[in-house]
């Protein structure tokens, strides 16, 4: 009977752990639903970038309260789950505390995790009262009602938990200590439990203990389904935000990639002993759909974007077009590629891993000519990002198809786009007359 606890916690850890592995599966598989794309080059910049935006939370601190908030809350977690090493081994184990004889090291980690859990407490309380009480005008958007608010809430709701379970865990833990508890090492300094403890005295050990023990098998559950729940959460970034900045975009802001085809057709007009005839129909490329109508047109490190989004809606209150009261919101474009790329997935998977046309597709039925037309195209939702992410890229990809696809343009920008084809300009003036304003008095 004694090796029970240590066979439910294995088996415990076993499932949550495995269906982790599992959403992992169909997260890389929805991704690499994307077009290739190569992006090899310049590693060492690509690694640079990685550590200084993911690692370093560089862009972050650019809005300092929320920076700062989020710099507390991303140390605190990632530092105090070194304590779930030790949980791990002491499940399994049937152990207590393994790591004690690491003496005086052992105590200043847990006073760290203790001091760092209590920033948590009071960041996570801040960021509460920012969406929920201050009402902080980017988290009142269109596109954040429902779910999206929710799933932010929720997800400060179970860092709150984990939290004051960690030090409820750790306070009866000190009590025990000081009765003499069987089983209970001498270990650990409790700077912040330490002033629980009050409210655990005249408990019998009986009972401190049930308490002890329900709030470490709680505090492990919680963190194996914040584990698994992060796949249906805006906090995916948390696993994502490293590749995706590993993978961001090197080359400058402004600098828009080119179609292969159509820059061979433009050099071909542009030599004078081109002839336009020459190639035969075996080595005519293949036909090509221009631009994205649909998740798949994209490429995968656009797709990527997509489940990195952090909904922090800095790219929407930084949008000039969505300033001025246009529907175009870049967050809204990120989270319906995202949403429409679960939808492919979901598909997928209920027609045994094949794809049947449904009759949707990202454009139209998620992301309107409306917003796509709205964009000026100034790269300030991309330089706001604070994991690299592109909005425009996708934005842009889905204006090609609109243009070259269906030529659904606006009258005005087909206007320009006549005249630069026969007027060699935006306007419409023969070439021949381009310079007569020069000659008027």
């Not at 403890?197 to 709030?215: H, K, N, Y």
């Not at 598909?347 to 094949?354: M, P, V």
């Amino acid at each position: 009977m004694q090796y029970v606890p240590n066979i439910i916690f294995v088996g415990l850890l076993i499932f949550g752990i495995g269906f982790f592995a599992k959403n992992v599966g169909k997260l890389k598989r929805n991704i690499f639903l994307g077009k290739d794309t190569d992006v090899s080059d310049n590693k060492p910049q690509r690694w640079k970038n990685m550590a200084r935006i993911a690692l370093g939370q560089t862009k972050m601190v650019v809005r300092p309260i929320a920076g700062f908030l989020h710099i507390v809350v991303y140390i605190g977690f990632v530092i105090i789950n070194i304590e779930v090493l030790e949980i791990i081994i002491d499940g399994i184990s049937g152990t207590h505390r393994i790591f004690a004889f690491l003496g005086p090291v052992y105590d200043f980690l847990i006073a760290s995790f203790e001091i760092l859990a209590l920033l948590v407490i009071i960041a996570v309380v801040a960021f509460w009262v920012r969406r929920n009480v201050i009402k902080l005008k980017r988290f009142l958007k269109p596109e954040m009602e429902g779910w999206p608010k929710k799933d932010g809430n929720l997800i400060l709701y179970i860092e709150l938990v984990l939290m004051f379970l960690f030090l409820t865990m750790n306070a009866t833990d000190f009590q025990l200590q000081q009765l003499g508890a069987a089983h209970y090492t001498q270990a650990g300094a409790f700077p912040v439990s330490g002033l629980l403890v009050p409210l655990f005295d005249g408990m019998q050990e009986s009972s401190l203990i049930l308490i002890e023990r329900t709030a470490w098998w709680l505090h492990i559950a919680g963190i194996l389904f914040f584990l698994n729940y992060l796949y249906y959460s805006k906090h995916l970034h948390i696993l994502l935000a490293f590749p995706n900045t590993f993978y961001g975009k090197l080359t400058p802001k402004g600098q828009f990639p080119n179609s292969d085809i159509v820059t061979k057709e433009v050099k071909m007009m542009m030599d004078p002993d081109a002839d336009p005839f020459a190639a035969s129909a075996e080595d005519a490329p293949d036909p090509e759909k221009f631009g994205a109508s649909d998740v798949q047109d994209l490429n995968w490190v656009q797709l990527l974007n997509a489940y990195t989004c952090t909904e922090c809606g800095r790219c929407t209150s930084e949008c000039p077009a969505n300033q001025t009261g246009k529907k175009l919101s870049p967050r809204k474009i990120m989270m319906d590629t995202r949403d429409r790329l679960e939808e492919v997935g979901k598909n997928i998977d209920a027609n045994k891993g094949e794809f049947k046309e449904d009759g949707k597709q990202l454009l139209g039925d998620y992301i309107t000519n409306e917003e796509l037309w709205a964009c000026t195209s100034c790269n300030a939702c991309v330089e706001a990002c604070p994991v690299s992410i592109d909005p425009l890229s996708i934005i842009m990809d889905m204006r090609q198809y609109l243009v070259m696809e269906q030529s659904a343009a606006p009258s005005d920008l087909n206007n320009m786009m006549g005249n630069i084809e026969n007027n060699g300009a935006p306007w419409p003036f023969n070439q021949m007359d381009r310079l007569n304003w020069s000659q008027e008095s």
